[in-house]
């Protein structure tokens, strides 16, 4: 308990955890989206194509987790003006832009001098990283995010289930899905100071797939995903504190153990 207590004392922790919940609420609540379009592999490819981001601004100077926005930006939207002008399905050019922009971050990192200790940080995530800065920015675009969603919640239900139907009935399905893919992607670089670029995606797919396994309703997935996903943030930051383990590994391998937990709770009660 001595522990407990001294962990919420201090500032960085504090900061850790309000990011933590922003997150998992903000990555939990698109991740919905994400596994109705069965898109897990788009969170993961906006993921690691932020490290090209993030290589131009230390190599220039710049503020890294602004610049890695712009840059997640700039590929989800290619993405969609792609998919939308060729008969290219959307993996196949997630998987393009994947691995061009990991192969330019490295190229761009190779003629920075030194270790590179905030790189580190961004490719597996860390407790001490978060600053007072990075919380405001999360916080503001975060909030910004999810009241867009809450606003366009029926539009994006209706467009991700039947793209052809929610277009006959009024909706305009490019405008909601290139918005949700925008979204996607900077929630995906805000994810990426806590959890890392390698882990990030993981939280837009766990809870949602670990809710869907206890809930039989629409709305019960909803909140369910929700729940779960701040369970395993808070979990996973505190077991990462105490224990002094990496906090995006903590924080997945808690996601995945609740995951694994409900598939099995679901087979013996589908046996009873």
Excluded: C
């Amino acid at each position: 308990m001595t522990l407990i207590f001294e962990m919420l004392s201090q500032p960085f922790m504090q900061r850790a955890f309000l990011a933590g919940i922003l997150l998992s609420v903000l990555l939990a609540t698109l991740g919905i989206f994400v596994t109705l379009r069965k898109m897990a592999f788009f969170g993961d490819g906006i993921a690691h194509s932020s490290l090209a981001g993030i290589a131009i601004a230390l190599l220039f100077g710049l503020a890294p987790l602004p610049t890695a926005l712009v840059w997640a930006v700039a590929v989800a939207v290619s993405i969609h003006l792609l998919e939308r002008s060729t008969r290219l399905p959307s993996d196949t050019l997630i998987g393009i832009f994947f691995t061009a922009s990991m192969a330019l971050g490295v190229v761009l990192m190779s003629f920075t001098h030194g270790y590179q200790p905030e790189l580190m940080t961004y490719l597996f995530g860390s407790i001490l990283a978060v600053r007072p800065e990075d919380l405001l920015l999360i916080g503001g675009v975060g909030t910004a995010i999810l009241i867009w969603v809450g606003l366009s919640f029926r539009q994006l239900t209706y467009a991700s289930l039947a793209p052809e139907s929610a277009a006959v009935s009024g909706i305009f399905v490019n405008g909601v899905s290139l918005a949700l893919y925008v979204a996607l992607a900077v929630a995906t670089v805000l994810g990426v100071k806590i959890l890392g670029i390698v882990l990030v995606s993981a939280l837009l797919v766990l809870p949602p797939a670990t809710s869907r396994m206890l809930t039989s309703t629409f709305r019960g997935y909803v909140i369910g995903a929700i729940t779960v996903s701040v369970f395993t943030a808070v979990i996973g930051l505190s077991a990462s504190y105490l224990y002094d383990l990496p906090s995006g590994a903590a924080i997945i391998l808690v996601g995945a153990v609740t995951f694994f937990l409900a598939a099995v709770s679901r087979k013996f009660s589908s046996l009873g």
